[in-house]
């Protein structure tokens, strides 16, 4: 059985701060997504990640992928309050495109002013 | 307009009411997904379908059934409400023979059962 674990699952951090979340899974996938959701919202696709080595930048927001180690990471880089909402990975377990996603549990971030 | 709508998005009831949450898409992807959100237990994925003449269990069915009445349209039907049922429910798309296969989410439904 595939499991997705996220950690931390809760992270406060001060604007300007750089931190990472880290998203491990337990079987081979070479799909990886993240998503991010805001208090009483829907989920908005933020990278997708779709082979070993992947990284993929957006704003203060990197993320990458290492297949080998079956682990995922989302980096914060000077972080700023727009970007408190949870994370969450999914990973794709059969890697051949079921698209049957599995999620890890979120992390809720909170970035404080 | 969203792409993905899904009706009620909030809803009360009371054990073993019957429940519809419905949801539709303007986004012409195949494949539809309803997922379940619980605090601290991430999604986790009910039902989902390729096309309308495909239907699949997700991880966790039991108690759940679903209809695609169109391309468009995948509803969700709780035959008999329980209260740990109660959660926040996402309908959501992906576009098939797309490689990237993201999701795109609904807004979701809150469903509270007594």
């Known amino acids: 059985e595939l499991k997705v674990e996220q950690n931390p699952l809760f992270l406060s951090m001060q604007e300007g701060k750089n931190y990472t979340i880290y998203c491990n899974y337990s079987?081979?996938?070479?799909?990886l997504y993240w998503y991010r959701q805001d208090p009483g919202k829907s989920l908005e696709s933020l990278f997708v990640?779709?082979?070993?080595?992947a990284v993929k930048q957006e704003g203060r927001l990197m993320a990458s992928l290492d297949t080998k180690a079956r682990l995922s990471t989302l980096h914060i880089t000077a972080a700023v309050h727009d970007l408190s909402a949870t994370y969450f990975c999914?990973?794709?377990?059969?890697?051949?495109?079921?698209?049957?996603?599995?999620f890890g549990t979120g992390t809720r971030l909170k970035v404080l002013a | 307009d969203a792409d993905v709508t899904q009706t009620p998005r909030n809803r009360i009831t009371k054990t073993g009411k019957r429940i519809m949450l419905e949801c539709s898409q303007t986004?012409?992807?195949?494949?539809m997904y309803w997922y379940r959100q619980d605090p601290g237990l991430g999604l986790r994925l009910i039902y989902y379908?390729?096309?309308?003449?495909?239907?699949n269990k997700g991880e966790i069915s039991d108690g759940y059934s679903v209809s695609r009445q169109a391309q468009a349209k995948f509803s969700l039907s709780l035959e008999s409400a329980i209260p740990n049922q109660t959660a926040l429910y996402f309908c959501?798309?992906?576009?098939?023979?797309?490689?990237?296969?993201?999701?795109?989410f609904g807004e979701g439904s809150r469903l509270t059962v007594l």
């Open positions: 959501a798309t992906s576009e098939a023979g797309k490689y990237t296969g993201e999701l795109f």
């Open positions: 079987t081979t996938s070479d799909r």
């Open positions: 990640l779709l082979s070993n080595g």
């Open positions: 999914a990973v794709d377990p059969s890697g051949s495109g079921t698209y049957k996603y599995i």
């Open positions: 986004k012409g992807h195949d494949r």
């Open positions: 379908s390729f096309d309308v003449k495909d239907i």
